[in-house]
T-cell receptor, first 114, second 114 residues
Framework: DSGVTQTPKHLITATGQRVTLRCSPR?????VYWYQQSLDQGLQFLIQ???????AKGNILERFSAQQFPDLHSELNLSSLELGDSALYFC?????????????FGPGTRLLVL | GNSVTQMEGPVTLSEEAFLTINCTYT??????LFWYVQYPGEGLQLLLK?????DKGSNKGFEATYRKETTSFHLEKGSVQVSDSAVYFC?????????????FGKGTKLSVIP
């Protein structure tokens, strides 16, 4: 158990809909990263938050957004969903000590868009 | 930009066989290197890491050495078990404006047969 939790575990929705994925980092970790895992693109970095502020953006679509709240949990919002958004979405967290580069991953949310 | 290239899978080995999974990288600066493992239906678990040239990461019988001259971080295990069956991902982390986002290889699926 990494200490990172994600909900829900599975999500089935229809095209055009909007969903919210939730992530709670390990206790004390200030950074949250979001990744998308799909069969064709592999694992891709989407976005990072550090202590409530956006720190870096990767291959994140404009239809996707994220935020990190004062209690450090993070949400990834996916809107106007398309079939191609079906994927496994992971969040990861990292700390601020000597291990600051190591990311610990949650179990993921599997999204299926029908 | 940064990139990671892993040997194509799947790899099928008999129990107690020697394992090598090749990984090479392209990066600016001095990245940290990681191996993550994904068991069926689960999230990514950190297997081992190395943060500078000539460092050797090791865990659960797996080893990898950071070779700057050949830009490689090959994963090895002397005697694999059925329980090692999983997908293995090589990744690098390089800092950019305080972000340590990971760049992953495409993953190598390992199946170990009794």
């Amino acid at each position: 158990d990494s200490g990172v939790t994600q909900t829900p575990k599975h999500l089935i929705t229809a095209t055009g809909q909007r969903v919210t994925l939730r992530c709670s980092p390990r206790s004390g970790d200030l950074s949250v990263y979001w990744y998308q895992q799909s069969l064709d693109q592999g694992l891709q970095f989407l976005i990072q938050y550090y202590n409530g502020e956006e720190r870096a953006k990767g291959n994140i679509l404009e239809r996707f957004s994220a935020q990190q709240f004062p209690d450090l949990h993070s949400e990834l919002n996916l809107s106007s969903l398309e079939l191609g958004d079906s994927a496994l979405y992971f969040c990861a967290s990292s700390g601020t000590g000597t291990d600051y580069e190591t990311q610990y991953f949650g179990p993921g949310t599997r999204l299926l868009v029908l | 930009g940064n990139s990671v290239t892993q040997m194509e899978g799947p790899v099928t080995l008999s129990e107690e066989a020697f394992l090598t999974i090749n990984c090479t990288y392209t990066a600016t600066g001095y990245p940290s290197l990681f191996w993550y493992v994904q068991y069926p239906g689960e999230g990514l678990q950190l297997l081992l890491k190395a943060t500078k040239a000539d460092d050797k990461g090791s865990n659960k019988g797996f080893e990898a050495t950071y070779r700057k001259e050949t830009t490689s971080f090959h994963l090895e295990k002397g005697s694999v078990q059925v329980s090692d069956s999983a997908v293995y991902f090589c990744a690098l982390s390089s800092s950019g404006a305080g972000s340590y986002q990971l760049t992953f290889g495409k993953g190598t699926k390992l199946s170990v047969i009794p």
